[in-house]
């Protein structure tokens, strides 16, 4: 399956839920803002919200900006 | 002197300068430049994650929390809508719920679109948010951001990264007087004198990042900053004298010796 994550195409294998992919991806969770589908993710639902075919995924965070 | 407290929508802070965490050669000359500005809160920009290298240092690891107030921006939206997205995940990303709100206008002066930012402030507000917004030095669009529900008005004093100085005293004056909530001249700033005009001129406070991210010396430049602010503040609360075309001497004019 394949979904869009921060604009660019990204393959998985199955189903995984958001805190699956983030550690996955080694990213700490609570230094993220993740929106799933234009939905914003709450921190404690990242163990329940599954990613599945097609969904996009933007995984934001704080970086230097005046 | 005592001075009185410096209070954004109730949170209080002691300095009265606010810096950038964007443009400096690295994250470690960042922190000393923040340390040497004596700045509570700094400002951040949300982006996308890396997802290809995760090599990346953090910022959020050279940024003292317990001391700096983190103020997420919207900078790089340029629609109301845009922005609001940004306000919402910077909130979900960060400790509070305070936004820097930025929509810009144009490319090339990075100029407000004050119709957009005043649109973004009432949702904004609407949804619990504080809202800082950076304007341009017009003393109406301050006044209808502040109808709003804006926290702050912030006022540019010239283009962001330009380091003009303050463009338009006579503005800043006038938003001044018109102002109720803390007024921070936010971008234009260049050098310590700049900072200290908007400061003399009534400012609450001064936001700023290329000006010491810029310098040849950053922590020289943070330093310089720091003292600025507080003179300026200073002079502002002591009255300065009027101005006048001739000379008033200082020492007295009798008893001029063999006269």
């Known amino acids: 399956m394949q979904i869009t994550l ?43 919200v599954v990613i599945g075919d097609g969904d996009t995924l933007e995984i934001v965070n704080f970086v230097g900006g005046g | 002197m005592i001075d009185t407290p410096f209070v954004i929508a109730g949170r209080t802070f002691t300095s009265r300068l606010i810096v950038g965490t964007g443009k400096y050669s690295s994250y470690a000359v960042m922190a000393q430049a923040h340390e040497a500005s004596g700045a509570e809160m700094v400002t951040v920009a949300v982006r996308r994650v890396n997802i290809s290298d995760r090599s990346k240092e953090s910022l959020l690891d050279y940024i003292d ?6 103020l997420p921006n919207t900078a790089g939206c340029y629609t109301a809508d845009e922005a609001i997205r940004t306000a919402r995940l910077a909130r979900e990303a960060g400790l509070s719920n305070w936004i820097k709100l930025e929509v810009i206008g144009d490319e090339r002066t990075l100029f407000p679109d004050n119709e957009a930012l005043i649109e973004a402030t009432k949702v904004l507000v609407k949804e619990g948010f504080v809202v800082l917004p950076y304007t341009n030095d ?64 009534g400012a609450d406070g001064v936001l700023m990042n290329t000006a010491i991210a810029g310098a040849e010396k950053p922590v020289a430049m943070a330093q310089a900053m720091k003292h600025a602010v507080i003179a300026g503040r200073l002079a502002y609360l002591a009255g300065r004298i009027p101005k006048r075309m001739y000379a008033n001497a200082s020492s007295p004019v009798e008893g001029m010796v063999g006269r």
Do not use: W
């Not at chain 1, 983030?22 to 993220?32: C, G, Y």
């Not at chain 2, 929390?65 to 983190?70: A, E, G, N």
């Open chain 2, 65 to 70: 929390t317990k001391r700096m107030f983190i």
């Open chain 2, 138 to 201: 017009d003393p109406i669009a301050c006044r209808k951001l502040e109808d709003a529900g804006a926290a702050a008005v912030m006022p540019l004093g010239a283009p962001i990264g330009s380091g003009l100085g303050i463009q338009n005293i006579n503005n800043l004056r006038i938003i001044r007087e018109f102002a109720r909530v803390p007024l921070i001249v936010d971008a234009g700033v260049g050098t310590a004198s700049d900072a200290a005009l908007a400061m003399e001129l």
């Open chain 1, 6 to 48: 921060n604009g660019e195409r990204y393959e998985l294998d199955e189903p995984i839920t958001v805190a699956g992919l983030l550690a996955r991806l080694e990213i700490d969770p609570r230094r993220v803002a993740v929106e799933h589908n234009l939905t914003i993710i709450k921190r404690h639902a990242y163990p329940e």
